[in-house]
């Protein structure tokens, strides 16, 4: 099927199909972000998103005909509002905030009109549920989810607890029979029950889609440019006489039949590789599906290997040149085999060691990548957290040299460690499987999944290389060691088009045998893919060039690159030079901004579109960005193993009263990456409060951003003065000492690697002139966790020169010629090259209270000066006083 666009790998071509059948009665929503369905022109929604409905609290039972057309909702006295209801989440628009504790269930009903020409159209109906619902149309059950009784009694309990996949979308889609409804007035009604009382949310939200043409599978879905070929439209709503027109792009098919159940048409020939939409055009509806059938060109090849069930395949010839290296492969995972599927790792690469056992091995499980390097009898291992669906095409590296080991996916660290590793001795490398059986009940399971192409370099790669390169061809990288593409799609082995010559030889040896991977036609590869910018941050002017990354970019056709504002996104701005230097590289000029920011950059071609999210910052000179929390620094922290005060992440709690301690960035236990080690909270206690003071000299509402750097497992709650500013994967506002994280996440790195970078301009406000903290809740996903671990960085950019208050001569230290200097010029106007250092008191004027007053703190120990006293930072006052020449 083809899921170019679905890939994680950002941006994509708009829509896509899949040969597999998209409606069998129903379809789990998450499923379809991996097959869209159709965008049908002619698709009419009965009752959508927001409508109003009517509903019940039901402290007790509903009346027993509520369900049925001829109810009087507003006459009982429901209540009305629009979907979707619930509450808990902040993901509902009319909020049941008595429900808790009250009340299992709600009961609601919205009445929709079905036209006359929709009286034999096909329904479908979209829900968001959490966590059980049973729906109706006119008092008759079509669907349920998680619930027991015919009906289920107001007050009983969801069978299952079921969370919404997302506050937009919805999580399951089900196809009902053909309608037998009459033209005129009908009622959808649904009743949601809790998993238990005291449940923290519930949310229900719905649509009913009319369609008289169901487009369910196309088959196949990819051909070969020059055409001719046939393939099959399977749908619902099909009879003879329908004659439709099939077009292909711009392009209308030669040929088309009807069957039973489908539409057969002859593919026009394509002159460029890609994907097209489809478009059927019949006398009472008119169907576009996007993106759903690509040309492939038979040169880029569109094979690949299947190793599920215990295939593997080896190349040998490396010994004395992995010294250093990468691996790298191109893996979709395969569906789980038995109910530990989801825990046991499979080996997708490994190298053997001078006396067969295994060196090294790189696993993986779905939610994991595992690198395990031999050591001492055991292995150590560097352990990443990673979403590898089923069905997902992902892109796994792994580095290794004396500066230690990483893990990439989709050209981003996701892992690293300092193990130094020299494979220098090893000669032989497998797909597939370990070289050596053995390990835990966890461990070793053979590989399930497909993969596209393998590649080994000799020395280490890094980051930016890796997502630039991320769909070079081979034939194009002078430096690649070995390269399987795969193409062969016949025979017992893959031929190495790199130097080495070291062909992937299937199975046991030469000739065909029970170990052997399968060859494959792969149809769901990304067709058109953008992956990357190169570089991500420039000035204001713009004028720079960058490179955008990716594949499928075509060389005929226009292109246009934009970079967009992520709050207006209607404010694009095209750049105004565009060259496409190959199907995987454009290069763009950077237009001109008028405000620091963060933009998305979006590529149209006539292939597909993609969207880099948060792709690139116009940014101030590094000159004017200062940062006054930094890794490292001294933090007061406390182990939570009770409710923490009120005011402790503001500026006049005093945690050393408090029993506090302190210690310097990171702080955590585990894995070896901290600086202050919190050990004893483990089994004790589930958070960590930490929190960093630093003084400034005025407030944020002149700085041009502020950014947050922070590098945490598992998750954290992070505020500014107070002021909630970042979170991740923890509920409660705010959360409970005790609460545990919703979501397990692994740092990517210890000491100077940061897992996420978050923009806090918006909250430049909440600091003030003098004392801000920057105070952080870290939480676990359980007491008995193995590791945890904080550590931020606060940056900000502001116009103007820095200084240091009372410093008038710029030389790093306090005098007399310092006071002398300001007193010449409260008197006689003597020049001074920074008026603000020379405010020792901050009162917006120099006069003799600044002179003695700094005569004061540095002879007599008196008052120290506000901020900035011991870091040079920008006059971010109001007062007239400036800095402009403070260093000339």
Avoid at 346 to 375: H, K, M, Q, Y
Avoid at 379 to 406: K, P, Y
Avoid at 517 to 529: E, L, Q, V
Wanted: proline residues 6%.
């Amino acid at each position: 099927m083809i899921t170019d666009d679905l890939t994680p790998l950002r941006g994509s071509r708009e829509g896509s199909m899949s040969n597999t059948k998209l409606f069998v009665y129903f379809l789990p929503v998450c499923a379809l972000l991996l097959a869209p369905v159709t965008e049908l022109e002619a698709q009419t929604p009965l009752l959508q998103e927001g409508d109003t409905w009517r509903y019940f609290r039901a402290v007790s039972a509903p009346p027993a005909d509520w369900a049925e057309i001829d109810f009087d909702a507003e006459a009982a006295g429901w209540e009305s509002g629009p979907s979707g209801i619930g509450y808990g989440d902040d993901d509902d628009a009319t909020v049941l905030d008595d429900m808790s504790d009250n009340y299992i269930a709600v009961y609601m009903r919205l009445e929709f009109d079905v036209p006359e020409e929709l009286a034999e159209a096909w329904l479908q109906l979209r829900v968001r549920y959490d966590d059980s619902f049973v729906a109706y149309i006119d008092g008759e059950e079509v669907a349920r989810r998680g619930i027991e009784g015919t009906p289920p009694l107001f007050d009983a309990n969801a069978t299952v607890e079921h969370e919404i996949t997302g506050p937009d979308g919805f999580d399951e889609e089900f196809l009902l029979e053909q309608t037998e409804l009459d033209t005129g007035r009908h009622v959808l009604a649904a009743e949601v029950h809790n998993i238990n009382l005291g449940s923290s949310d519930l949310s229900f939200s719905a649509e009913l889609i009319a369609s008289q043409l169901l487009i369910t599978s196309i088959d196949p879905s990819f051909g070969p440019l020059e055409g001719g070929n046939t393939m099959r439209i399977y749908a619902l709503g099909i009879f003879p006489g329908l004659n439709p027109d099939v077009i292909f792009g711009d392009r209308e098919s030669p040929a088309v039949t009807i069957g039973d159940d489908y539409i057969e048409a002859e593919v026009p020939a394509a002159k460029i590789s890609g994907a097209v939409d489809i478009i059927i055009d019949t006398a009472n509806a008119s169907v576009r599906i996007p993106g759903g059938y690509t040309y492939t060109d038979p040169d880029g090849g569109m094979m690949g290997l299947d190793f599920t069930a215990g295939p593997y395949a080896t190349a040998e010839g490396f010994s004395g040149t992995l010294d250093e290296g990468t691996l790298q492969a191109w893996f979709r995972r395969g569906p789980a085999q038995g109910q530990f599927a989801n825990f046991i790792y499979s080996t997708l690469f490994a190298i053997e060691a001078a006396d067969g056992s295994d060196a090294f091995i790189l696993e993986v499980r779905p939610a994991n990548i595992r690198a395990r390097t031999a050591a001492d009898g055991d292995f150590a291992e560097l352990v990443a957290t990673a979403d590898l669906a089923e069905g997902e095409w992902h892109n796994i590296c792994c580095t290794f040299s004396e500066r230690g080991r990483a893990i990439y996916l989709d050209g981003r660290q996701i892992a690293s460690d300092d193990l130094a590793m020299n494979l220098s001795g090893s000669d032989r490398i497998r797909i597939g499987s370990r070289f050596q059986p053995g390990g835990g009940f966890f461990d070793g399971a053979a590989l399930t999944g497909a993969v596209r192409s393998a590649a080994i370099w000799g020395f280490e790669r890094f980051e930016d290389e890796i997502q630039r390169e991320l769909f070079m061809p081979p034939g194009e990288d002078p430096y690649i060691g070995a390269s399987w593409e795969m193409n062969e799609g016949a025979g017992g082995r893959s031929a190495d088009s790199g130097d080495r010559g070291a062909d992937l030889i299937f199975g046991s040896g030469p000739g065909a045998d029970g170990n052997d991977p399968g060859w494959i036609t792969i149809d769901d590869f990304p067709a058109f893919m953008l992956t990357s910018v190169q570089p991500a941050v420039g000035p204001l002017a713009g004028g720079d060039l960058v490179q955008l990354f990716g594949d499928g970019f075509p060389l005929e056709g226009e292109v246009t690159v934009s970079f967009v504002d992520r709050l207006a996104p209607f404010l694009a701005t095209p750049s105004p030079k565009v060259n496409v230097v190959s199907n995987w590289e454009i290069t763009a000029e950077v237009p001109p901004a008028e405000d620091f920011q963060v933009v998305d950059i979006l590529v149209e071609t006539p292939a597909g579109s993609g969207l880099l999210e948060a792709a690139y910052a116009y940014a101030p000179d590094p000159r004017s960005i200062f940062k006054p929390i930094e890794e490292g620094d001294s933090w007061d922290y406390i182990i939570a193993t009770e409710e923490m005060p009120e005011n402790w992440n503001l500026p006049d709690f005093r945690p050393r009263d408090n029993g506090w301690q302190s210690g310097p960035t990171g702080i955590g236990y585990g894995d070896d990456d901290d600086a202050t080690s919190v050990l004893e909270m483990q089994n004790q206690a589930a958070a960590v409060y930490a929190r960093h003071e630093w003084p400034l000299s005025g407030g944020g509402e002149n700085m041009n951003f502020l950014r947050l750097s922070i590098r945490f497992d598992d998750s954290f709650v992070a505020y500014i003065n107070g002021t909630e500013v970042a979170r991740a994967n923890l509920d409660g506002v705010p959360p409970a000492f005790d609460e545990l994280a919703s979501a397990t996440h692994e740092i990517t790195g210890g000491a100077g690697v940061f897992d996420e970078v978050i923009d806090l301009t918006e909250f430049r406000g909440s600091l003030r002139n003098g004392l801000n903290v920057l105070a952080i809740e870290v939480h676990n996903t359980d007491l008995g966790s193995s590791d945890l671990s904080l550590s931020a960085e606060l940056e900000f950019s502001a116009p103007g020169q820095a200084f240091i208050r009372g410093d008038v001569d710029n030389n790093a230290s306090w005098n007399v010629s310092d006071a002398v200097r300001i007193l010449l010029h409260a008197f006689t106007g003597a020049e001074l090259p920074c008026l603000e250092a020379a405010d020792v008191d901050d009162s917006g004027r120099i006069d003799l209270d600044d002179g003695v007053g700094l005569l004061n703190f540095v002879f007599r120990q008196g008052e120290a000066p506000p901020p900035p006293l011991y870091e040079a930072l920008p006059d971010l006052d109001s007062d007239e006083l400036g800095c402009e020449s403070f260093g000339e």
